[in-house]
């Protein structure tokens, strides 16, 4: 079946590095792949999408590529800020329903 | 627009107790979705309805937790009786799907925060 698998947090950076957060996907055709960011007492928002081999997609400074050679929707961001502290999920979606994965804990430390 | 709107935002109740969390989709969406959410199990989907029928309800957890969808503006999540671990956020989301089965995004309420005692 369908399933999302990201990298395991906590992450904790300092302001301004650099952020990666893998996310590799199994699908059996070919979904649209999303990240979703929540931060404290909220809920899911999305963060930005893309629904074909190669898209990138972009927002708030956020950026991730869908590979399909690699089965991958990487997020990153080039210069992170303590507001961007989150819980970042990745999802994909070929369907109706929606399968995202674990989710990953960023800390930004001023 | 609103968004999608959940009630309450907290509720705490007894063990034993009827717990009945509401759900109010975007105006326009044609699915919802109901979600769990724990520290120790992260976001599991519960049920989803397209056009106020159940498509899934594989992740309910048991036969204590029944959810509606009497009309495309409104849902609820019945828990009864409810148990201690039955604390998490619950979430609720809507999403409309386009006439080529795009594959739209999810909207997420808020959430309820139930704690049962």
């Known amino acids: 079946g369908n399933s999302v698998t990201q990298m395991e947090g906590p992450v904790t950076l300092s302001e301004e590095a650099f952020l990666t957060i893998n996310c590799t996907y199994t699908?059996?055709?070919?979904?649209?792949l999303f990240w979703y960011v929540q931060y404290p007492g909220e809920g899911l928002q999305l963060l930005l999408k893309?629904?074909?081999?190669?898209d990138k997609g972009s927002n708030k400074g956020f950026e991730a590529t869908y590979r399909k050679e690699t089965t991958s929707f990487h997020l990153e961001k080039g210069s992170v800020q303590v507001s961007d502290s989150a819980v970042y999920f990745c999802?994909?979606?070929?369907?109706?329903?929606?399968?995202f994965g674990a989710g990953t804990r960023l800390t930004v430390k001023p | 627009d609103a968004g999608v709107i959940q009630s309450p935002r907290h509720e705490v109740t007894e063990m034993g107790q009827e717990v009945t969390l509401r759900c109010k989709p975007i105006?326009?969406?044609?699915?919802l979705f109901w979600y769990r959410q724990t520290m120790m199990r992260g976001l599991e989907l519960l049920i989803y309805?397209?056009?106020?029928?159940?498509?899934?309800d594989s992740g309910m957890p048991e036969d204590r937790f029944s959810a509606k969808m009497p009309n495309a503006s409104f849902s609820t999540l019945k828990i009864q009786p409810s148990e201690p671990r039955d604390s998490a956020v619950y979430f609720c989301?809507?999403?409309?799907?386009?006439?080529?089965?795009?594959?739209?995004?999810?909207?997420f309420g808020p959430g309820t925060r139930l704690t049962v005692l």
């Open positions: 989301a809507s999403s409309g799907l386009g006439g080529n089965l795009v594959r739209n995004e999810q909207f």
């Open positions: 699908a059996t055709g070919y979904p649209s």
């Open positions: 893309a629904t074909k081999a190669d």
């Open positions: 999802a994909l979606s070929e369907s109706i329903d929606m399968r």
């Open positions: 105006s326009g969406h044609n699915s």
């Open positions: 309805f397209n056009n106020n029928v159940p498509i899934d």
